[in-house]
């Protein structure tokens, strides 16, 4: 089944302990769409400049990824600066230019409506809202947002959170939402403001999930050398959810699988910059890393 | 197999967000011998004042715990108080009188020495040498240390690490001994130290376990409410030894199980104040929750 995902086309300047790359090719809905399309067919909606070289999502393109919801506005693209530290779970952020995103407003292609899956990647709640009220009934909304819409847009994130079905969040984040510092509590919590599923992302301590009273805990996949961990978050969504659409079921299994699915290319993500792993990651190296997975937590 | 632990009786004063309990049974040779003893014999050598009420270990002498390595000196009991907040990943020392426990030599009574199993527990490493010079070849000795140990006695505490076959420490010990961010390189350089299997207590993310190259994962057990996490360490530790001494076996599928045991005794340790879940917990108790245990990872 087809997934429609709204969000960010980026070009990203990273500096990490390892090396720098400036505008290297990011944004949440190319990384969501560069693990999710190893599964199912993506539908993108998003707004690019015209600086945006198109050659380079013609990886994405052959993946069935379609770009008919990309607008090209006459401006520069969206622009993000990051640093990480040794202690690759904090960064800085060094700079955000909105440039054409600035005035993006969602229009979701007439064929695009029909998709059965929904990603809202972490952008304004605003834009969030506009696009759901551009869908059908879809068969699962995945929400994921940030500390600075909690902060920032509270009352109209959490119209947002009523109306999907799954939620993604940090545990800072979960934490912040709930008022608990008890991650078991506020997943149960959160569930509370409309969602059926929570997704908590625990970055170098892997995931939890909690969905019909039941919790599923994922271990980040052991990785001794992470280059970038940049788009970590949206490759996770997308392995996720583009799993559970190739599968159409919403069971808890099914979800299960998912989350350890959406870990396993989050961790080939993270070994290089920019595109480099997922580019030219194969399902074959996918399977072979779910096999290894199993194995870190079978008793 | 019977298993020796060398470690501390206390009386503790815990604040917690829901209470308060004055001079609680506590210290790490108790809380590891109230967990170990569901499974195998435990041996205790320790020290306590002439205040110490014995009749409050009487629900361990039943268990096969034997106390003919308990000194008894003239002088009060070692105390500690510790203060709990909100996130209780965090807690404030408030005070530490060792008492009688400031001369105290560990002497291992002639029938202990036969130990095949011997639990260090988090003391002054110049007492863990001195009880490591007195027993024989055991099958494996596991040990438990603090950051006051690794600041302040580095090189003798490298010197017991040396001499030890499973090395267990929490996530900032693990880097601060090794100063790598990551703790999945951190594991992996701390058995070039000498222990062949390193355990990562991690608190609410749960813990990790390295040994013979291969990674091992368990969550913490899910509890929407954490009462006094005081003795988690001590009792995981017991769980896992107490495991697998009674299995008399080194394999890695042991050691697993090992660390979900521990696991599950922790979680309900932290369930109340002092012993007040240990005391009465069943076989049958524990192996319900290893069964729902296996339910969070298994996809």
């Not at 955000?96 to 972490?122: D, W």
């Not at 551009?134 to 819409?149: A, C, S, Y």
């Amino acid at each position: 089944m087809s997934i429609l995902v709204v969000g960010s086309l980026a070009y990203d300047t990273i500096e990490t302990p390892w090396g720098k790359m400036d505008d290297a090719l990011g944004g949440s809905a190319l990384y969501f769409s560069a693990a999710a399309s190893h599964f199912s067919p993506v539908n993108v909606v998003g707004v690019v400049g015209s600086d945006f070289d198109s050659s380079k999502i013609s990886f994405l393109k052959k993946r069935k990824v379609n770009f008919d919801g990309l607008y090209v506005e006459s401006g520069d693209t969206f622009r993000w600066g990051g640093r990480y530290h040794d202690d690759l779970n904090k960064r800085d952020t060094l700079f955000t230019y909105l440039n054409v995103f600035e005035r993006f407003q969602p229009k979701i292609p007439m064929h695009y409506r029909k998709s059965e899956y929904v990603f809202l990647a972490n952008i304004d709640p605003e834009l969030q809202l506009q696009v759901l009220d551009q869908i059908d009934h879809p068969k699962l909304i995945v929400l994921d947002t940030m500390n600075f819409w909690i902060s920032g847009k509270r009352r109209i994130l959490e119209e947002v959170i009523k109306r999907c079905d799954i939620l993604i969040v940090n545990d800072q984040e979960a934490r912040e939402l709930t008022n608990k510092p008890n991650l078991i509590k506020a997943a149960r919590l959160l569930t509370e403001k409309g969602p059926q599923t929570i997704i908590v992302k625990k970055g170098e301590h892997g995931c939890m999930m909690f969905h019909n009273d039941n919790y599923f805990f994922a271990p980040a996949y052991p990785l001794e050398k992470v280059i970038d961990p940049t788009g970590a978050g949206d490759s996770f969504a997308g392995g996720f959810l583009g799993y559970v659409a190739k599968q159409n079921k919403l069971d808890h299994d099914t979800l299960k699988k998912g989350v350890v699915y959406g870990s396993v290319i989050a961790s080939f993500n993270v070994e290089n910059f920019s595109f480099a792993q997922l580019e030219k990651l194969t399902v074959e190296e996918i399977n072979q890393r779910i096999e290894k997975f199993r194995q870190l937590t079978a008793f």
